[in-house]
């Protein structure tokens, strides 16, 4: 049975990685759809595009982590993904709340990061 449990944590660890990888990279080379989806508009708010960047760089290298061989790098990946994750639902959340974003747009961002932060502590083996 511990094999089943194995491929659990290996399939929501490997999905964690695509999900991270699929929003950092549209992060760092399409901000500006990514603003527009957030709804803010980038031509009036361009300090977002950069903020997005940094957004998309940290995310990518995040996700890169829980695909590398490396056990050290990748079990430490795993170990602070839950709060990375689910510091990002709240931050979405608080954003929605104050009106820096849209009600709408904080919500599928909180939901996208508890997806992740679900996804992270389903990746995590005992003893990580």
């Given amino acids: ?12 660890r490997i999905t964690l990685a695509g999900i991270r990888l699929f929003n950092g990279v549209a992060a760092l080379f399409a901000p500006a759809t990514l603003a527009r989806q957030l709804g803010v508009d ?28 490396d056990g050290g790098v990748r079990a430490h990946s795993l170990r602070v993904a839950p709060a990375i ?28 990061s508890t997806v992740n932060t679900v996804l992270a ?3 995590l083996k005992r003893g990580t």
Avoid: C, W
């Fill in 1 to 12: 049975m511990a094999g089943k449990f194995d491929l659990a944590h290996d399939y929501a």
């Fill in 42 to 69: 980038p031509a009036a708010n361009p300090a977002a595009l950069y903020a997005l960047r940094l957004f998309g760089v940290r995310t990518v290298l995040i996700g890169a982590q829980l695909l590398l061989r």
């Fill in 85 to 112: 994750h689910a510091l990002d639902a709240s931050a979405a959340l608080i954003a929605g709340e104050r009106g820096q974003l849209p009600r709408r747009a904080a919500t599928t961002a909180a939901i996208i």
């Fill in 121 to 123: 502590i389903v990746a």
